[in-house]
Each structure stands twice: as C-alpha cells, then as structure tokens.
C-alpha cells in the first residue's frame, strides 16, 4: 500500500496555496488535450483530488455524449459539482475497476506520489490493464531542475518570506525531493511536508514498456509545447495497442 500524504487540512491549504493550478488558462487546455484523447470513451482519474479536471471534463459536451469520468484517489467526482478530496480511498498502484477505459490520466504530480520505482510500474500494470486495446494512459509530471543545484547541494528555497518558506530537499540517489512548507497561520506557524519520487522521461517510457503501453507523445505541457532540456514538466501520453480480434475502441465506446 502506498503512502499517503494527503488530508482533508492539507487539501484546504494546498488549494489555496495553488490558486493558479485552478485557472481556466490552466484548466482549459489539460481539459481540451483529455477530452480529445478520450472521444466518446470512458475516462478514469489516478488521484482525482477535489475533481479540479475529473468535473469539467466530464461535463464537456454533456448532452450530446456520454463520457462519464471516474476517479481514485481522492474521491470519485461522478456527480458533477461535487468537490471533495480525501486521497485515502484507493490506491492507483493496485485499485480494480470493474470496467475498461478508453483514457486513463494521472496529472499534476499524482504519478510521483509513488514512492518507489516498483510502485509506479504497478500503476504502469494497472493502467494498461484497465485501458481498452487503442486506449491512452497520460502522465504529466514535473521534471526536476537538478541542473540549477550545485554538487553536494541537498536543501533549496522556491519561497521565502515572513510568513512562508518552501524548501525543497533533494535526494538524487533515490530521487526524491522532499517539499517542507511552512507558513504562519493567524500567529501560529503550521508546516507540512510532502515527498515525491520525480522520474525521468526515459524510465517513463520504460515502465509504458514493461506495462506493455508504448510512448505516443511527449510534450513540455497541455499546449503541446515541445520538450526539451529546459523543460521543467512533462506531459507523456502512451498507448495500448490496438489489436485484431480484440474489442476495438468504437465498440468499447458503445
Ligand atoms: C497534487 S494532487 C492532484 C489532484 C488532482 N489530480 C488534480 O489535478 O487536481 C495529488 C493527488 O494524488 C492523490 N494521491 C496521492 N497518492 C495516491 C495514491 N497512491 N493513489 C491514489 N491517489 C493518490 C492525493 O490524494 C491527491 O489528491
């Protein structure tokens, strides 16, 4: 079982401290990149949270099709308007759903909350096997900017000020970054920590392989900005493999 490390008073201060990550310029485009990979499928969120994209996806086109989205992790956003986050109601390393999809997201970070290389090739397994034949898995996921640190340099700020501080600490061997937040509360100082195992374009596309889901496309975000080495996100879409005999994706859809 994965560790989880998030909580309903985390997802109150994590919300208000990532304002932006709510924008429609940031929504809009991560919902039109999904909606158009899931067509008229299925789709399933890895980590839903509060239903920030599960809500405005699922309501895309409503009326004219159905593209019901549902989500672990944090909750299931079916009903739309509903917005809760707990993180402990299934795991995306293991949970079962007693159906198939044609997409299968995980984004903003969810996928690195897996702390260890086996537990994100399990999710890897476990997205393939729900994703009917022709289906997509897409990751986005930060990458970090291990160039900026110094060698030996294990503790850098990305805020500072009198009444917060974000400090990042860096693990290259196991590849962790530990993210410790602290900020002043109405007089009282709270902190909260949050550890992540980052993980590099090329073991992506390993685990994809391992699963037996092939990289599609990779881009440096929703706009499809192109990847490169100042890339500080990724956005890897990998495909299952459509096949003769099997179910194809427009009957699946039916
Ligand atoms: C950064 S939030 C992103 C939430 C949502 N995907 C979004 O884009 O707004 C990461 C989410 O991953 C969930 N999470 C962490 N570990 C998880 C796990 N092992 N299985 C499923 N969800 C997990 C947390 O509860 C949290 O909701």
Redesign the pocket.
């Known amino acids: 079982?994965?560790?989880?490390?998030?909580?309903a008073r985390i997802?109150a201060i994590?919300a208000a401290a990532?304002d932006g990550?709510?924008a429609p310029d940031v929504i809009d485009p991560?919902v039109d990149f999904l909606a158009e990979l899931a067509g008229n499928g299925a789709a399933l969120?890895?980590?839903?949270?509060?239903?920030?994209?599960?809500i405005p996806l699922r309501a895309r086109d409503l009326g004219l099709r159905s593209r019901p989205v549902t989500?672990?992790?944090?909750g299931v956003a079916r009903q739309a308007g509903r917005r809760r986050?707990?993180?402990?109601d299934?795991?995306?390393?293991t949970?079962r759903v007693e159906r198939e999809f044609t997409l299968i997201?995980?984004?903003?970070?969810?996928f690195i909350?897996?702390l260890s290389q086996d537990?994100q090739v399990q999710?890897f397994r476990n997205a393939a096997a729900h994703l009917i034949p022709g289906g997509y898995f897409v990751v986005?996921t930060l990458v970090p900017r291990l160039q900026g640190l110094s060698l030996g340099e294990t503790v850098r700020a990305s805020a500072f000020g009198p009444n917060n501080a974000d400090v990042d600490e860096y693990d290259v061997v196991a590849q962790r970054i530990t993210s410790h937040h602290y900020w002043n509360d109405g007089g009282r100082w709270e902190t909260w920590s949050s550890p992540c195992r980052y993980v590099w374009p090329s073991e992506l596309d390993l685990m994809g392989r391992i699963a037996g889901v092939a990289l599609v496309a990779r881009s440096g975000g929703w706009l499809r900005e192109p990847f490169t080495g100042e890339s500080t996100s990724q956005v890897s879409v990998f495909g299952r493999p459509a096949a003769d005999g099997l179910r194809s994706r427009a009957e699946a859809q039916r």
Do not use: K, Q
């Open positions: 079982m994965s560790e989880i490390h998030f909580g997802a994590d990532h990550m709510h991560t969120e890895f980590g839903i949270g509060t239903g920030r994209i599960a989500g672990h992790g944090g986050r707990s993180g402990d299934g795991d995306m390393a949970v997201y995980a984004v903003w970070n969810t909350n897996l537990e999710c986005e």
